[in-house]
């Protein structure tokens, strides 16, 4: 009789198993796309496209030094910094400043994927304000169009031709896209929306304005050496936008003048998570050993000190800077007595 009962449920369960009913229910804990499309939503989500632009995003497989907003460890693969440390610390940051990476190396991949990620959050709140017919959510879609541009703006200006993926690609989980050029129009598509629906101010420091979204734009023209378009813009920025220089340089160096009037637009960090200082995670390392503490990374070479001299006329020493060298501290221990070079 048990054996008879076996034969009449498992088919049942077979059938059971093989519905595919499971997929109109959301996830626990997952939001449907019907349930955003609130103010309280909307908000929701555009909070977590700003929270990706300091580069911590889920699942990214590379580096989690990489992911820096300010691209400190870009310096050394050029003449301006050091890795510092030693050269098995951070090796792939190694292999990276000796031009001795291959396309896998984490640093690559960290970048490439927490770009991409902040792109997908800003496509999110983009795809969600498109379904929703009974509110006007216009500044918000602007300030979802800013951010992607900023992501596409560093992807195309780091690696060249990326894939443009859209809010629909992104709706419809259509991630494969191709990559046939440059994605410079996009980006200023999404930065033209800006400029033309960003209030002139806004409350909460760490959103853009529209003088945000013209001097972005101005910069994606300086790219493409659309000089004419670029300083069209750039006369706008200075002659009407609301910023200044301080009356002090050091200013922009202190807590207590963040988000001054020489701030065109900068990322907003917490005073103290408990991940890291300022809770600026990926640039961690972005800093020389001046208290001791662990291994001294991002160290300033020789030539970035000499580019800095200038003649009798106070210009910039263009050509033969590197002739002569400023006194420095390079390569002298903490402890050691300093003798200027000669």
């Not at 050029?181 to 959103?207: C, K, Y």
């Not at 050993?289 to 070479?301: K, R």
């Not at 970035?304 to 002569?324: H, I, K, M, R």
Request: proline content about 6%; aromatic content about 14%; overall charge negative.
């Amino acid at each position: 009789m048990k054996r008879k009962l076996i034969y009449y449920i498992l088919p049942l369960l077979i059938i059971i198993a093989c519905s595919e009913d499971f997929t109109d229910t959301p996830a626990v804990g997952a939001l449907s796309d019907q349930a955003l499309q609130n103010a309280q939503g909307v908000d929701l989500l555009l909070t977590g496209a700003y929270s990706a632009l300091d580069g911590i995003v889920n699942n990214n497989g590379g580096n989690g030094f990489a992911v820096s907003p300010d691209n400190w460890w870009f310096d050394v693969l050029s003449d301006d910094a050091h890795k510092g440390s030693t050269d098995g610390d951070q090796q792939e940051l190694f292999l990276m400043e000796t031009y001795s990476f291959t396309p896998a190396n984490p640093y690559i991949l960290g970048k490439w994927e927490a770009l991409y990620g902040g792109v997908n959050r800003a496509n999110a709140v983009i795809s969600v304000i498109n379904k929703i017919e009974d509110q006007d959510f216009t500044e918000k879609l602007a300030e979802a169009r800013f951010l992607r541009g900023y992501f596409n703006f560093e992807l195309q200006k780091i690696y060249g031709n990326p894939s443009f993926i859209s809010a629909e690609n992104y709706a419809n989980t259509e991630f494969n896209q191709p990559n046939p050029g440059p994605i410079w129009s996009e980006v200023e598509a999404d930065q033209q929306f800006a400029v033309e629906n960003l209030p002139d101010t806004q409350t909460e420091p760490g959103r853009p304005t529209s003088w945000t979204a013209k001097a972005f734009l101005a910069k994606t023209y300086l790219f493409q050496e659309k000089w004419t378009e670029a300083f069209s813009l750039l006369q706008d920025v200075i002659n009407n936008g609301p910023y200044g220089l301080n009356d002090e340089f050091l200013a922009n160096f202190v807590a207590g003048s963040e988000n001054s009037q020489e701030s065109v637009f900068a990322i907003q960090f917490a005073a103290d998570d408990g991940l890291s200082f300022n809770g600026n995670v990926g640039s961690t390392l972005n800093f020389p050993n001046a208290l001791g503490w662990c291994c001294g990374f991002y160290v300033p070479t020789q030539d970035l000190v000499d580019a800095f001299q200038t003649g009798p006329d106070g210009l910039p020493l263009l050509d033969n800077y590197s002739d002569t060298h400023v006194a420095s501290d390079y390569g002298i221990a903490s402890d050691a007595p300093f003798t200027p070079e000669t």
